[in-house]
């Protein structure tokens, strides 16, 4: 839910009005002394620098509001490779929406073939802020070495963050309230019965080499993180270039599935899906359906329906060859009734 604050006061927060809902904030201890936590989230979305997509009576029907895109053209003499360095910048009725072909991604911000982030072209985004749009938040398109980081995406219809670039480094941003777009605005457009798009708070699946750290998802009507793992073969993370950075303390909370992958989502052959914290997944902590072993360890699951489900497939039944497939799952805390379960 979005508030306003009347007072701060080093960590309390006074606010103008009462909360609507509850929200979890506790740190638990089990018997052996081992602890997890639940807490809900606190950003701050309002900035001094904003760009407002411009008000008109059909806004919201239509969703049609501004965007930034920074991409190349060129003309009869030269090539033109754009950059920009975003910081501290607040997006408000932003993104049109069904326009999310990657060579179109009509999203609140998008960087689409602008190449190699280097000393020339040196682009980013952080710590801004992306509310109340009209289609996917943050997207990535043929960049290598994009930076995102510490931004609160809140109110998308698709993705919060979709990364489809190289090396892309996505840390420390709070994703909350990911919306599925076949029911958005369902009274007016109706409800989009053939969508079976897994809309995901973080889609990453389709990126080469991604660093995922540090990075919360509350509150997806799909998925939280919708990925296809990390290299676990060392020749693969070396000709990947993907050798030192790994993937660490990322959360989802409040979502259906909070890690997915389908059969097409394989960094062959084997992937690795480590240190995430997932609660209050209705459906699945962990849904993993592809053609890779699976490694996963230092995953923490709390009240999901089921925490982890994974379908290793292939080789075909009738190719009548064997696979040698394999699933591991090494220290993690799986909890299936917390202590403040009351659903």
């Known amino acids: ?45 309002t900035r001094n620098v904003k760009i407002i997509g411009g008000d008109y009576a059909d806004l919201v029907k239509e969703s049609f509001g501004g965007r930034v895109l920074v991409s190349r053209y060129a003309d009869e003499q030269r090539e033109y490779i754009g950059y920009a360095r975003i910081s501290n ?16 991604p009509r999203y609140s911000m998008a960087y689409v073939d602008t190449g190699e982030v280097n000393s020339i072209r040196p682009s980013y ?45 996505i840390r ?53 993180y919708h990925v296809d793992g990390e290299p676990g073969d060392p020749a693969v993370r070396r000709r990947r270039r993907q050798v030192s950075d790994e993937w ?24 690795k899906v480590r240190d995430f914290t997932i609660w209050k997944a209705y459906d699945y902590g962990v849904y993993w359906q592809t053609r890779c072993n699976l490694e996963m360890s230092d995953l923490t699951i709390v009240d999901a329906q089921l925490a982890i489900f994974d379908m290793v497939i292939g080789p075909s039944p009738l190719s009548h060859q064997p696979g040698n497939k394999y699933s591991k799952l090494q220290d993690s805390l799986i909890i299936g009734r917390s202590e403040d379960f009351d659903c």
């Open 1 to 45: 839910e979005t508030l306003t604050l009347d007072a701060v006061s080093g960590n309390t927060l006074t606010l103008t009005e009462a909360v609507a809902y509850r929200h979890l904030g506790e740190t638990y201890t089990l018997a052996d002394g081992t602890q997890y936590t639940m807490a809900a989230s606190v950003g701050r979305l």
């Open 89 to 104: 910048t607040e997006f408000y009725h932003t993104g049109q929406l069904g326009w999310t072909d990657s060579y179109d």
């Open 125 to 169: 985004f952080r710590k801004n802020t992306i509310h109340d749009g009209f289609s996917p938040g943050i997207g990535s398109f043929g960049t290598d070495g994009l930076e995102i980081e510490d931004n609160i995406v809140h109110h998308t219809v698709g993705e919060g963050i979709n990364d489809e670039g190289e090396n892309t480094k």
């Open 172 to 224: 420390r941003n709070l994703v909350a309230l990911t919306i599925w777009p076949g029911d958005w605005m369902w009274e007016d457009r109706g409800v989009e019965e053939s969508n079976i798009d897994w809309t995901a708070g973080i889609k990453a699946n389709k990126a080469r080499s991604p660093v995922l750290q540090g990075n919360v998802v509350a509150g997806s009507e799909k998925a939280g």
């Open 248 to 271: 660490s303390d990322n959360e989802a909370h409040g979502v259906l599935i909070g890690v997915l992958a389908f059969k097409d989502d394989c960094v062959a052959p084997t992937a």
